[in-house]
Nanobody, 126 residues
Framework: EVQLVESGGASVQAGGSLKLSCTISGFTFDDSDMSWYRQVPGHDCELVST???????YYSDSVKGRFSVSQDNAKGELSLQMTSLKPEDTGMYYC????????????????????WGQGTQVTVSS
């Protein structure tokens, strides 16, 4: 059974840091692209970052230079290190996986995602 379980969400002050984790089971990183999305009520789900199966990474412009995605194959853990947090980073963060290869000519979209985690809430106060 495929599972993605996020953890690490919290309430922090602007300028602070937070590390999100996503533990996977039922599949491996070798045959998957892994992404972090965030959702704010009333807004579209936003792609934050992707790490492809070949190790290449993508960051949205809004988080580039502040967030870093990584994965630990031995632990089956995907991480998102977030620094210099801003109030606009507030949202529910979801771990997502697509096992079907997606062209590297474009970012992963929600329609590509095959598996979702349950989400972890990040709240950044000013």
């Amino acid at each position: 059974e495929v599972q993605l379980v996020e953890s690490g969400g919290a309430s922090v002050q602007a300028g602070g840091s937070l590390k999100l984790s996503c533990t996977i089971s039922g599949f491996t990183f070798d045959d998957s692209d892994m992404s972090w999305y965030r959702q704010v009520p009333g807004h579209d789900c936003e792609l934050v970052s992707t790490i492809r199966r070949d190790g290449t990474t993508y960051y949205s412009d809004s988080v580039k230079g502040r967030f870093s995605v990584s994965q630990d194959n031995a632990k089956g853990e995907l991480s998102l290190q977030m620094t210099s947090l801003k109030p606009e980073d507030t949202g529910m963060y979801y771990c997502a996986a697509n096992r079907y290869p997606i062209s590297t000519n474009r970012p992963v979209s929600t329609s590509d995602v095959e598996y979702w985690g349950q989400g972890t809430q990040v709240t950044v106060s000013s």
